[in-house]
């Protein structure tokens, strides 16, 4: 099953962040069984990372064996860390991720998220400048995760399709967006060539 895990370190600097990919994925690669992952400054202080990962038991064997030692080693506190159970993951054209959000959908459940989804894009897919999009349940609602070429991608996107589907579906939504410019992206490894 796919899963998203959001770390955040209240007084977590860009500086560690780079110390510690240094030692773990010094060529930037991600190792295998994560999607996507990405890290910034949030807005109101410390360091978030959002990683993708395939399952559950991936995430866990790279963080016992490369970040808790690695973070912890270099002083770094424990992360507060959510994990978020994916409905869905679809990734969208090869490209690089500048930005990144997490869409807190209060009281929207699986159909209702369907509905507005299958509204903002017709046909399913991407839209043009996402790269990965997750979704899945989360505390009182749902949840979206998307990484982006641009900030200014993701927000045409939303005046130009999710707004009006939201009205045309007549939805009290009132969603809670949290952004992420982000310092730190990694791709997964190429497949190899046969």
């Not at 490209?95 to 209702?112: E, K, M, P």
Request: charge should be negative.
């Amino acid at each position: 099953m796919p899963v998203a895990y959001l770390l955040d370190y209240a007084e977590g600097t860009l500086d560690e962040y780079d110390a510690v990919c240094d030692v773990i994925t010094p060529d930037r690669v991600l190792p295998p069984g994560a999607r996507y992952h990405g890290a910034g400054l949030r807005p109101d202080g410390g360091l978030r990372i959002i990683d993708l990962w395939d399952d559950d038991a991936s995430f866990q064997h790279f963080a016992e064996t490369q970040i808790i030692p690695t973070a912890s080693g270099m002083g770094l506190p424990q992360p507060e860390i959510e994990r978020v159970e994916f409905a869905e993951i679809r990734e969208g054209a090869p490209g690089t991720a500048t930005f990144a959000h997490v869409v807190r959908l209060g009281g929207l459940d699986r159909d209702g998220f369907a509905s507005l989804d299958g509204k903002a894009i017709p046909g399913g897919g991407l839209p043009e400048g996402c790269l990965a999009h997750g979704n899945g349940p989360g505390d009182g609602g749902w949840i979206a995760i998307g990484y982006w070429t641009s900030r200014a991608a993701r927000d045409a996107f939303l005046q130009a399709r999710v707004l009006p589907a939201v009205r045309e579906l007549g939805l009290d939504v009132h969603p809670v967006v949290e952004d992420l410019d982000l310092h730190g992206v990694m791709a997964p490894s190429p497949a190899p060539v046969s």
